[in-house]
Structures are given as structure tokens and as C-alpha cells.
């Protein structure tokens, strides 16, 4: 089982900079990648950003260009910059870990409980 604590959320203006950061812990050598997804109201949760064990990270085309995420496997942390913020991007921000379970199978089911992030005019 893994455990994962987002922070970092609050309220930006438009143009502005956050820095999201997501705590794992519990069984985290069983991390393979990890996500970030935001789900803004009455919309469906959307994956913006993936980084693999090493570090390659892949965007939505929504942010490309504007956030990076990055993450610190020695500190068992996972991180999202985020730049020229836009009030569409206003939405919870969730970690996501996908774990290699002992038979091989790649287990998606860890989440946290998000943070809040709203940007304002």
C-alpha cells in the first residue's frame, strides 16, 4: 500500500506560479510512474502530467509549455511547477502512483485526496 499527500494548492492570479507537491509514503520502492490529474467542477478528471521512474515526463497539451513536473525519488516526492496559470486551469489536483504489484500487474489505484488550486482574473 502507498500513502499520498498533496500540498501546495491555493488561490493564484492569472499569469501567476504554483508549485504542487505530493508526499509518498508506505510501500514506495513498488513506484513505477506517477501522474498528476486535475478534475475542475461539473468535468471529468484529466491527466496533465506523467513521469516515469527516471524522469521523462509527458504533458496534455493544455500545459504543455507551462507546468513541469519533476520528482525526487530519494525523498519520495513528486512535484508540479506551475506557470502562466490561467483560470481554466482552476481545478483539484490529484497524485496518482502506479505501483508493480508482485505478480507484474501495474496497480493505478493510489491516489490522494487532491489539493485545491483556483485562479482568479
Known amino acids: 500500500q502507498v500513502q499520498l499527500v498533496e500540498s501546495g494548492g491555493g488561490l493564484v492570479q492569472s499569469g501567476g506560479s504554483l508549485m504542487l507537491s505530493c508526499a509518498a509514503s508506505g510501500a514506495v520502492f513498488n513506484i513505477d510512474d506517477m501522474n498528476w490529474y486535475r478534475q475542475a467542477p461539473g468535468k471529468e478528471r484529466e491527466l496533465v502530467a506523467t513521469?516515469?521512474?527516471?524522469?521523462?515526463?509527458n504533458y496534455a497539451d493544455s500545459v504543455k509549455g507551462r507546468f513541469t513536473a519533476s520528482r525526487d525519488n530519494a525523498k519520495n516526492m513528486l512535484y508540479l511547477q506551475m506557470s502562466s496559470l490561467k483560470p481554466e486551469d482552476t481545478a483539484i489536483y490529484y497524485c496518482?502512483?502506479?505501483?508493480?504489484?508482485?505478480?507484474?500487474?501495474?496497480?493505478?489505484?493510489?491516489w490522494g485526496k487532491g489539493t485545491l488550486v483556483t485562479v482568479s482574473l
Open positions: 496518482n502512483a502506479v505501483l508493480i504489484t508482485s505478480d507484474y500487474r501495474r496497480d493505478n489505484n493510489y
Open positions: 513521469i516515469t521512474k527516471g524522469g521523462a515526463a
